[in-house]
């Protein structure tokens, strides 16, 4: 593989608009229901009382998340009908709409959720990493979208580069189950320990 495409997601900058997720839907003509990008809060926290005083220790950020094109793709190991690929090029995992079955096996076992059921055609869909767009020198719709610029891409290893190589915040499922090709400059709040 010439080079693995990735998203960066600025986790700090991100105020969870869901412009991301409405510019992906429209792009791709999406079914209710159907997202190819999710946006969602992760909050919690606690406070303490100290002599009547209440000090809070809460925190809220949020996580805009679609197919992470991961090095480890559950999604293509488990489909019967070989319908999803991993692309040599670029890394960018597609479905071939002309094999897909739509058994859902690719639905269950991805960590992510990435994959959508799309009731009208009885197949799955999910994020291509806008290859149409890319192929025009634009970036996938997400990215383009961000009015706060919380969203990137490129290759992976310019992006890890740049920003480091944390690709799970708290909220996510563990990236050692596919190895996601993302990389996160987590809020503040959002970090793990592994």
Request: with cysteine.
């Amino acid at each position: 593989m010439s080079k693995q495409l990735a998203f960066y997601f600025e986790q700090k900058s991100c105020v969870g608009c869901n412009t991301c997720k409405a510019a992906c839907k429209d792009k791709n003509n999406l079914n209710m229901g159907q997202q190819f990008r999710k946006v969602y809060e992760v909050s919690g926290g606690e406070f303490t009382v100290e002599k009547n005083i209440v000090i809070p220790n809460i925190y809220a950020f949020w996580i805009s998340v679609s197919c992470n094109h991961c090095s480890n793709p559950k999604c293509v190991k488990v489909c019967k009908a070989k319908a999803i690929k991993k692309r040599l090029e670029d890394g960018v995992v597609y479905i071939d709409q002309a094999k897909c079955i739509g058994c859902l096996r690719c639905i269950k076992s991805c960590p992510y959720k990435a994959p959508q059921y799309n009731p009208a055609t009885k197949k799955v869909e999910k994020c291509d990493f806008c290859l149409d767009f890319l192929a025009k020198g634009l970036p996938p719709a997400c990215v383009s979208s961000c009015p706060m610029r919380a969203l990137d891409y490129g290759t992976l290893e310019k992006l890890q580069q740049e920003h480091g190589s944390i690709n799970e915040v708290k909220g996510m499922p563990s990236a050692d189950i596919t190895k996601p090709s993302l990389v996160i400059k987590p809020h503040r709040d959002a970090t793990i320990s592994k």
